[in-house]
């Protein structure tokens, strides 16, 4: 498969703790994007990656809120503390420089209880 | 600050009809793009059309057409002869000044098709 991967696709976890997302890209696309949806709503923007840098991330919900992109391939969203409002679908994208459109993964599904 | 308003939460439509999907946008910026996404029940979201801003004709790709009034700030998306597959919900977005995939979404139409 060459699309774009995202795992766990789905994770529970308890009020307090410390989750994290990867998405492995595209091979060739050099940008990434991390989207948040909650149930019933459309794709909610949070950060994006081009190459390793990191050049929009004040959409990010909060300070709980992290991503990385070390070496410009596969990122992580972390979500510190979470709260029962984390509950949501984590979607990520990437495209390259030449694409109108961006490819998303199948997301990862996260329940705080 | 842009904004996205689908005012369908859902729409039945017969098997081979065509249906129109609205979608209206409100941006300051003269440069901007209008996507298409359709996500079925598997949660991938598949890109189904793009129209920029500045684009003098109605974008088309395949058995989609979108159908844009750049006055009414309008980009209704046409799904002609409706296959089962369809059915899923179908979202507009927005990006300003070639901001690349940083989209703003709509809260999406729930198109159901009728056998």
């Known amino acids: 498969d060459t699309g774009v991967s995202q795992n766990p696709r789905h994770k529970i976890t308890k009020r307090g703790q410390n989750v994290t997302f990867r998405c492995d890209p595209i091979s060739e696309h050099n940008r990434l994007y991390w989207y948040r949806q909650t149930l019933g709503q459309g794709p909610e923007f949070l950060t994006y990656?081009?190459?390793?840098?990191?050049?929009?991330k004040s959409r990010l919900l909060s300070d709980r809120f992290s991503a990385e992109r070390p070496k410009g391939s596969f990122s992580t969203l972390e979500i510190q503390r979470t709260e029962q409002g984390d509950s949501a679908m984590y979607l990520c994208?990437?495209?390259?420089?030449?694409?109108?459109?961006?490819?998303f993964g199948q997301g990862t599904r996260l329940t705080v209880v | 600050a842009q904004k996205i308003t689908q005012t369908q939460p859902g729409m039945f439509v017969q098997e081979k009809e065509a249906v129109t999907l609205d979608c209206t946008y409100d941006t300051s910026d003269q440069s901007y793009g209008l996507f298409w996404y359709k996500q079925p029940s598997s949660g991938e979201m598949i890109f189904l059309i793009y129209?920029?801003?500045?684009?003098?004709q109605n974008a088309t790709e395949g058995r989609y057409s979108l159908n844009f009034q750049k006055a009414r700030k309008s980009a209704n998306l046409v799904i002609s002869a409706s296959q089962l597959g369809d059915s899923a919900m179908y979202f507009c977005a927005m990006n300003t000044n070639n901001a690349g995939n940083m989209l703003t979404f709509g809260g999406g139409t729930r198109l159901m098709v009728k056998p």
């Open positions: 994208a990437s495209s390259s420089r030449s694409d109108t459109e961006a490819f």
């Open positions: 129209q920029g801003s500045y684009d003098e």
């Open positions: 990656f081009q190459n390793e840098a990191q050049l929009e």
